[in-house]
């Protein structure tokens, strides 16, 4: 019925492809932003951001993954009035939990940017924030929708859009107001985050219509067709069920609770984290402006080139979810396996380059995005665990999908204590400061990766060949030689220049390597456009 339904690996390059020009996209603003309200404007913006992710998740934690997960498993069997059930039931909920979220967060924003933070200026920047949470809170029921259907277009497409206008908006509404003050900038550019979800909105709705109107058109179809033979007994499978269903809504609540808690932890560790981090920097002796500015460098400009390889990360595991669904309903633990091992080596293949370059490169990148070379010896401290948090995304997306959501739950809360403490700890030191905290994030990110995978492999019997390793490492260890030599050539007469040639080079070296070595398949490689034809036989 839902012709739009793509395969598993296509649904992974929709979202992988949307997530690629989503991440370079950003970097527009990412750049743009620091030389317009500067770091310590940066730091308001994204002071604001984990106080957004934590109500974020209360209403979109584990919704989206319910709808999805129902809405595959229905779409398998024909399921058409299951469907429509699901997707009612999310849509109230959802609606419900954001308008009271959002007037609970409009009520408590003084309290918040005067008690809970230690910067005060942040609270035009909260006021602006506060329509996201039904726009985003709706949007992601739709996107749930479309990722059970196996239709990874609409979200695709909306991501992209969401994008552009919100690079636009944010750099013109923060320009716009940054006159009137710092605070008022860092406003402005939260407020184009909002205008950008709109967008975003506008077209999930379009798809959405679109695709009622295909399904309403096969089952006119179906209809017609079986009314030309009517001597045919022979009954569509949905029609077979008892009429009668389970409380749809119980059920949603039942499995979201779950991984909204899992969720909940790490984004409220993220909240703490800010907070933890602010009062810490300040106890070492650190004054507001400038805690808030290193703040502001580590989440607005580290941390965002660490995430760029998880564009892939993420499609995997939004696609993986509707699959091992399906495939642990039918007990197929040889699917399981294999599309966790697709997951996986994609995830360590596609990531170890960018550890190599952000490694080897951390200064010139600095200087060349954001003319900020100081803050290069952070990047070049977090870049090694880089590697565990491209793993970690699909290997908790298979426990949500293997219905053990409780585990990744306790995992999380694990990493999320022990970081919490370490950022206390070592963050009020004066010796560490803003660098006491990147190393508690960097213990979190390795204990909940080392978690996530012992969990996995004890459900599911699954495991990756330690050569694998092996020969990714190798294969950054020339890629690092190779770049590095390129770049010491300076045959350019930019940095930039250099830098581009230097990663390049690098990267066709790394990708020669790993068909060689047998890590990616000759006939897969044969599939990457432009290069593709040198290793077509």
């Not at 695709?211 to 009517?230: F, S």
């Not at 803050?375 to 995304?393: C, R, S």
């Not at 068909?515 to 077509?536: E, K, N, T, Y």
């Amino acid at each position: 019925m839902t012709v739009t339904k793509q395969t598993f690996i296509k649904g992974a390059l929709i979202l992988l492809v949307a997530g690629i020009v989503n991440r370079i996209l950003a970097f527009v603003p990412r750049i743009a932003l620091p030389r317009i309200i500067g770091a310590e404007g940066v730091g308001l913006y994204q002071l604001g951001y984990p106080f957004l992710i934590v109500l974020l998740t209360l209403i979109t934690g584990g919704i989206p993954l319910a709808v999805a997960k129902w809405i595959a498993e229905a779409e398998s069997t024909g399921d058409s009035k299951r469907v429509k059930q699901v997707f009612r039931a999310a849509m109230t909920l959802t609606i419900g939990l954001s308008v009271g979220l959002t007037v609970l967060f409009i009520i408590l924003t003084p309290w918040i940017s005067t008690t809970l933070m230690t910067d005060h200026r942040v609270y035009q920047t909260l006021r602006m924030m506060s329509p996201l949470l039904i726009i985003i809170g709706i949007s992601s029921v739709y996107r749930g929708y479309f990722q059970g259907k196996a239709n990874m277009i609409p979200t695709a497409l909306s991501q992209i859009i969401e994008t552009v206008i919100r690079i636009i908006c944010a750099l013109m509404f923060a320009k716009l107001l940054l006159p009137y003050g710092l605070e008022w900038g860092a406003a402005g550019a939260m407020l184009g985050v909002v205008a950008g979800e709109i967008g975003g909105f506008i077209i999930l709705l379009w798809q959405y219509a679109n695709d009622r109107k295909r399904v309403k058109l096969a089952i006119v179809r179906e209809e017609d067709g079986n009314a030309q033979q009517p001597d045919d007994t022979s009954t569509p499978a949905n029609k077979l069920r008892p009429t009668k269903l389970e409380p749809v809504m119980r059920k949603l609540i039942n499995l979201s609770v779950p991984v909204t808690a899992s969720r909940m932890i790490g984004s409220f560790s993220y909240l703490l984290e800010s907070i933890f981090t602010a009062r810490a920097l300040f106890a070492a002796g650190i004054a507001t402006s400038a805690a808030t500015a290193q703040y502001g460098a580590l989440q607005g400009m580290i941390i965002p080139i660490l995430l760029l390889p998880t564009a892939l990360t993420y499609s995997l595991a939004v696609s993986l979810v509707p699959t091992l669904s399906e495939a642990a309903a039918k007990g197929d633990k040889s699917t399981i396996h294999k599309r966790l091992s697709q997951s996986m080596r994609l995830s360590l293949v596609t990531g170890a380059p960018f550890i190599v370059v952000m490694i080897l490169f951390a200064e010139p990148i600095c200087r060349v995005l954001y003319n900020h070379v100081e803050i290069a010896p952070m990047l070049k401290l977090i870049a090694p665990v880089g590697l565990f948090i491209y793993m970690q995304a699909p290997l908790q997306a298979a426990l949500q999908a293997l219905d053990k959501p409780a585990t990744a739950l306790m995992n999380t809360f694990i990493g999320a204590v022990v970081k919490l403490v370490l950022i206390m700890e070592l963050a009020s030191q004066p010796k560490l400061g803003i660098y006491g905290a990147l190393i508690a994030i960097n213990i979190n990110i390795v204990l909940v990766t080392v978690l996530h995978w012992i969990s996995v492999v004890r459900a599911t019997g699954f495991s990756m060949h330690l050569l694998d390793f092996l020969k990714v490492g190798s294969a950054m260890c020339i890629m690092g030689a190779a770049s590095l030599w390129v770049m010491n050539l300076q045959v350019l007469p930019a940095l930039w220049q250099n830098l581009i040639t230097a990663c390049f080079a690098g990267s066709v070296i790394y990708m020669i390597l790993m068909v060689m070595l047998r890590i990616i398949d000759r006939s897969d490689a044969a599939r990457i456009p432009f290069l593709g034809r040198w290793f077509r036989s």
